[in-house]
């Protein structure tokens, strides 16, 4: 990764989600109790927002499911799909008072939390409540002496960047050099620079972007708002900048287990990704990407050992339970030859396992299709391929993609 593209994003938020939660006072209500001596309400502003990098039962109101036969399913690894580094975490809020700004100016910038007593998180891995308070000062250098006068409207969008070191050690102790962006695109700009390549260890992470979508209020609610009634900023879902690969072993066995799939590893030769997907600026947050964003870079093989696992997996009509073989990698063009598999095959007790070749673009004459994503494998998406035997071949078949959906953001 080129460290000169990505030093302005950092000091990482150090905070979010820590094992003891930082917790907002409970404040003070002269509704509640009339006879406190309150501060008045326009001492500042109040803000809250969530921010998700995994499905969870609870209703969202978001989704990834679209018209390009993208639909999705659950995380099925969530300590490691969706999993923040804590210590590798930014956002961004940009605010504009015109409903016709496209392009808001930047209002709030956490690149530290040390030390900061503005900003407190509730919440559990992969849902992140967020609650930000802004000074008096900040909220009259940004709006007027008077802004707690009248009802202008206020429209807000949030930029957040996770793990985008894809290192669960990264450091927070990078400085910004020069200045951060002061308008939305000019930071999507510098976002869109970030370049990764995953360590394919138990350190890995996977580098995250969200572009909330706009959301507005106006300048009354936000001099009365208070840490107990907040204005809040809505969601922002992290698209994770990986594609997932399984192999699902769909083989009939004898009553010895066998024929069986013992291992199987993973080739690639694109090792960098973009932290931001496609078309970064425009991303409408929730969705599912069409396209790849891959940086320029020579061909270099990587090859990995694909994790093994049990998961419920649907080939045709039919879903059960089998055994897996899952790895993560950048988005990437599929050639003739790669990416591809190579399966370990062992057929019985005493028998030594044969290797079998299977390139992602197709095996046995027969071509790979991956609907939604032809020719190339895109970021959070899942990849699967079932083995099963027929007359003793190996047949070897695309699963389709998950017939139901549930909350964002989860691989699809």
Not at 110 to 122: A, F, Q, V
Not at 268 to 279: C, R, V
Request: proline share 6%; hydrophobic share 35%; aromatic share 8%.
């Amino acid at each position: 990764m080129k460290r000169m593209s990505k030093r302005f994003i950092y000091r990482i938020i150090s905070a979010i989600m820590c094992s003891v939660l930082i917790v907002v006072s409970s404040g003070c209500s002269v509704i509640e109790d009339p006879s406190k001596n309150c501060p008045e309400l326009s001492d500042g502003a109040s803000l809250s927002f969530r921010v998700i990098s995994a499905a969870r039962p609870t209703n969202y109101n978001n989704t990834r499911t679209d018209d390009n036969n993208h639909d999705e399913e659950d995380s099925r690894h969530p300590d490691v799909e969706d999993f923040v580094n804590v210590e590798d975490f930014a956002f961004y809020i940009f605010v504009t008072t015109s409903s016709e700004d496209t392009n808001p100016s930047l209002f709030y910038a956490c690149t530290s939390l040390e030390g900061n007593p503005d900003i407190s998180y509730t919440g559990s891995a992969g849902v992140y409540d967020v609650n930000l308070k802004i000074s008096e000062e900040k909220m009259k250098g940004f709006f007027g002496e008077n802004y707690n006068i009248g009802s202008t409207p206020v429209y807000f969008r949030i930029l957040a960047v996770a793990n985008s070191h894809a290192s669960r050690n990264a450091s927070n102790t990078l400085a910004p050099e020069g200045t951060i962006p002061s308008k939305l695109n000019d930071m999507v700009a510098e976002v869109k620079k970030l370049e990764f390549s995953l360590s394919q260890d138990a350190q890995m992470a996977f580098p995250m972007y969200g572009l909330g979508s706009r959301r507005q209020s106006n300048i009354k609610t936000l001099a009365d708002s208070r840490p107990e009634n907040p204005v809040y900023l809505g969601t922002v879902s992290l698209l994770r900048a990986v594609a997932k690969v399984r192999v699902a072993d769909n083989i009939t066995k004898n009553d010895n287990g066998y024929p069986k799939i013992e291992s199987v590893s993973f080739t690639y030769t694109l090792p960098q990704g973009f932290t931001a997907p496609i078309n970064a600026e425009n991303y409408v947050d929730g969705t599912q990407v069409h396209d790849r964003n891959i940086p320029a870079q020579d061909a270099i093989e990587t090859n990995i050992v694909l994790t093994a696992g049990n998961e419920n997996v649907t080939t045709g009509t039919e879903t059960k339970n089998m055994d897996v073989w899952y790895g993560y990698c950048p988005e990437q063009i599929i050639g003739d030859s790669n990416p591809s598999l190579v399966l370990s095959v062992r057929t019985g007790e005493g028998v030594a396992p044969f290797p079998l070749t299977v390139p992602l673009s197709g095996y046995n004459g027969k071509d790979f299709v991956w609907a939604g994503s032809e020719g190339q494998l895109l970021r959070n998406h899942i990849y699967t391929l079932s083995v099963s035997m027929s007359n003793k071949v190996l047949v070897i078949t695309v699963c389709p993609r998950a017939s139901f959906t549930t909350d964002i953001p989860t691989f699809e």
